[in-house]
């Protein structure tokens, strides 16, 4: 969850190749803490394929909303997210259903004529243990038109390199590095349900904090059935500015004093 | 309407009553007696007080001013209520937050990065 009053601009990508034919595809992310029990966050997709095009894809927004008051064992976070994307689109954001290879070997011009307007629910549920922090999703979408339900998965695993802090300022300290496990893939529709003909992958993943500016974050996947991918690398940058209604406020009170001399 | 559905909306609207009369009052007041009691593992030390700092900057700061003297919506945290209060309250009140309050929960930071928090909070 994003701390209220708080926007974190990110930049995460995708690479790999599909079909012989290498791609990009990014995802602009604004995330914005509304409430500390409610986080929203707007997406915009795009990717370019080698020897096809590049395109923008379509947007995303979605609602986290935290259900319990304190902190527990297990701790619940629901998540509601439209899509208005197109069938190029290739961020991966999540894997459901029967995704697969195939889908992005699909040439651009062809995929794009699909739109695809779909709601996602999540039910995140996160939990920290003596430094670790551990999450599961349970994904379920909804093609708006007449499809299927597709359902998909994510289970993490993430821990600092260090569980205290050193005194000192510094900009390689164990403690600013976090590492960690992802698996995730597709767990059919509602018509065929299971994780037969689904894409699974088993991703590492390191996340570096640098001191007081961004975090950078990559991971390399790795398919563990035939409908996956054989690899995928993910890079990711995040920045947050803190309480970004007060600093605008700042700017256009300073810019008023300005112009009252 | 059932009387079983009348039922069952009633608890549903009793539950969040005592939700919401459960999260008023300043997130220090709110702490169970048992949490307080939980003393503070970690040694007081400068190095563990430096540290503290540097989290508070990244992590509280934010909201909460480098100087921990807050503003209109935030409060202040260099003051005798934190400084006097219970190692064991603080470290509740950064695990649970306070929703209603505005004030996330912090228990994403291991354990003891909260206490080094701590450290440093009591030293304002």
């Known amino acids: 969850m994003e701390e209220p009053g708080n926007l974190e601009l990110a930049l995460n990508g995708v690479t790999a190749s599909a079909g012989g034919h290498p791609f990009l595809a990014g995802a602009w992310e604004l995330e914005y803490g509304v409430k500390a029990w409610w986080t929203t966050e707007f997406y915009l997709d795009a990717q370019t394929t080698s020897g ?41 954001l999540e894997v459901v259903g029967h995704d697969g290879k195939q889908d992005l070997a699909v040439p651009n011009n062809v995929a794009s004529l699909e739109q695809q307007r779909e709601l996602e629910t999540k039910l995140i549920l996160g939990s920290y243990v003596k430094g670790w922090t551990i999450a599961e999703n349970i994904i379920v979408e909804k093609n708006l038109a007449h499809e299927p339900w597709e359902f998909g998965y994510a289970v993490g695993v993430s821990r600092p390199l260090a569980l205290r802090a050193r005194p000192e300022r510094c900009t390689f300290c164990p403690e600013n590095w976090q590492a960690g496990v992802e698996v995730y893939g597709g767990l059919g529709t509602t018509e065929q349900f299971g994780f037969r003909d689904t894409s699974q992958y088993i991703a590492p993943t390191v996340e570096w904090q640098l001191p007081e500016g961004p975090t950078l974050k990559l991971s390399a996947g790795f398919g563990l059935t035939g409908q996956s991918l054989p690899v995928l690398f993910r890079v990711g940058v995040s920045y947050e500015i803190a309480q970004v209604g007060n600093a605008i406020k700042g700017l256009f009170s300073s810019a008023h004093r300005e112009s009252a001399r | ?117 701590i450290v440093f909070l009591k030293s304002l």
């Open chain 2, 1 to 117: 309407m059932t009387r079983r559905s009348i039922h069952l909306v009633a608890v549903l609207l009793c539950s969040s009553a005592i939700v919401l009369a459960a999260s008023k009052g300043l997130p220090l007041q709110r702490v169970p007696i048992s949490a307080q009691q939980r003393a503070n593992p970690i040694d007081t030390n400068d190095d563990n007080r430096r540290a503290g700092r540097k989290l508070f900057l990244q992590e509280c700061a934010p909201c909460h001013g480098r100087e921990a003297l807050g503003n209109r919506r935030v409060p202040p945290l260099a003051t005798p209520m934190v400084r006097q209060a219970k190692p064991g309250a603080l470290f509740w009140v950064l695990r649970n937050g306070s929703l209603c309050h505005g004030m996330p929960s912090f228990a994403h930071l291991p354990e003891d990065m909260r206490w080094q928090i």
């Open chain 1, 52 to 92: 096809e095009s590049t395109l923008f894809t379509g947007f995303r927004w979605e609602n986290r909303l935290r259900v319990l008051p304190t902190e527990h064992w297990v701790n619940p976070v629901i998540y509601v997210e439209y899509e208005n994307i197109n069938g190029a689109d290739k961020t991966l």
